[in-house]
Nanobody, 120 residues
């Protein structure tokens, strides 16, 4: 089971750090991703990281967001800087056997989301 946390309300230009904790299983061999969904918009993979630390970012967040993982905990993080109102969404974490499958929106595990709201 995956549980996302760390969301909240922040002003434009601010920062938040999301965490995704895995319970009941080890996910060290999985690619992990952060997916967001805003009202009326399609789901978007914003960042992914595979088991060897290779990362992928959506163009909309590259340079502002950083994904990382700590397999010892096990937890995946999303550091979000320079937040903008268009980043407002529910953020979910997910696990896939590979980064490629993550990009194809094929998830083995999917967690509860955390709301991120950016005010202008």
């Amino acid at each position: 089971q995956l549980q996302a946390s760390g969301g909240g309300l922040v002003q434009a230009g601010g920062s938040l750090r999301l965490s995704c904790a895995a319970s009941g299983r080890t996910l060290s061999s999985y690619a992990m991703g952060w997916i967001r969904q805003a009202p009326g918009k399609e789901r978007e993979l914003v960042a992914g990281i595979n088991d060897r630390g290779r990362t992928h970012y959506a163009d909309s967040v590259r340079g502002r967001f950083t994904i990382s993982r700590d397999n010892a905990k096990p937890t995946v993080y999303l550091q979000m800087n320079s937040l903008q109102p268009e980043d407002t969404a529910v953020y979910y974490c997910a696990a896939s056997p590979s980064l490629l499958l993550l990009l194809k929106a094929s998830y083995d595990f999917w967690g509860q989301g955390t709301q991120v709201t950016v005010s202008s």
